[in-house]
């Protein structure tokens, strides 16, 4: 398996505080991304990095924001936690070739929000 | 955007049976078409993928084809084993940013 962690893989959280999750990598690859996971929806973008500091938005990136100051880093924030945000959440990866687009998915983070 | 379409939702079929499972894109720029399967509580894995300059792709029982003109593509699973039930997504992306869009998944049983 691809070198990806996720941390926290499971979170409760209270409505209206700020959370962060985050994915770690160790391939060095240059592509990262944080999908949602719902039933009925599949998997969802929510933001992507295509690099150190660039990054840009997904289908489903309002209430989200993201940080990516390493390339092994890329961070998933949650401003204000809202009840329509409890989620499976996972991080995938690729590698720099355009020729190579195989995404490599984090095992998830589940996060509730009461 | 891009916008992909799955079906059937759920299918069971008989061990040894064949399954098939459909999805429709509607972005004729969209080049890579990969399947992921996801076991319960497991992330997705990459169990094959397409690129548009190919009609068809086999890996053992699995195979995948795929219609440009008509928008289509499908995953077809031979010989099916009790370990093949899961749920299976179809994706597409455009470009070199890989940005999968994904159907909203087929959950497979396979019945002894």
């Known amino acids: 398996d691809a070198g990806i962690t996720q941390s926290p893989r499971h979170k409760v959280t209270e409505t209206g505080t700020p959370v962060t999750l985050r994915c770690h990598q160790t391939?060095?690859?240059?592509?990262m991304y944080w999908y949602r996971q719902d039933p009925g929806h599949g998997l969802r973008l929510i933001h992507y990095?295509?690099?150190?500091?660039?990054?840009d938005k997904g289908e489903v990136s309002d209430g989200y924001s993201v940080s990516r100051s390493k390339t092994e880093d890329f961070l998933l924030t949650l401003e204000s936690a809202t009840s329509s945000q409890t989620s499976v959440y996972f991080c995938?990866?690729?590698?720099?070739?355009?020729?190579?687009?195989?995404?490599?998915f984090g095992q998830g983070t589940r996060l509730t929000v009461v | 955007g891009e916008n992909v379409e799955q079906h059937p939702s759920t299918l069971s079929v008989q061990e040894g049976d064949s399954a098939v499972i459909k999805c429709t894109y509607s972005?004729?720029?969209?080049?890579?078409f990969p399947w992921y399967k996801q076991e319960l509580g497991k992330r997705p894995q990459l169990i094959i993928d397409?690129?548009?300059?190919?009609g068809e792709k086999k890996d053992q029982r699995i195979a995948v084809t795929l219609n440009k003109t008509a928008k289509h593509f499908s995953l077809h699973i031979t010989e099916t084993q009790p370990e093949d039930s899961a749920v299976y997504f179809c994706?597409?992306?455009?470009?070199?940013?890989?940005?999968?869009?994904f159907g909203t998944g087929t959950r497979l049983q396979v019945t002894l």
């Open positions: 391939e060095n690859h240059r592509y």
């Open positions: 994706a597409a992306t455009v470009g070199t940013a890989s940005k999968l869009t």
């Open positions: 995938a990866i690729s590698p720099t070739s355009t020729q190579d687009t195989e995404a490599f």
């Open positions: 972005d004729s720029a969209s080049n890579y």
């Open positions: 990095s295509y690099g150190v500091k660039d990054t």
């Open positions: 397409i690129r548009s300059n190919v």
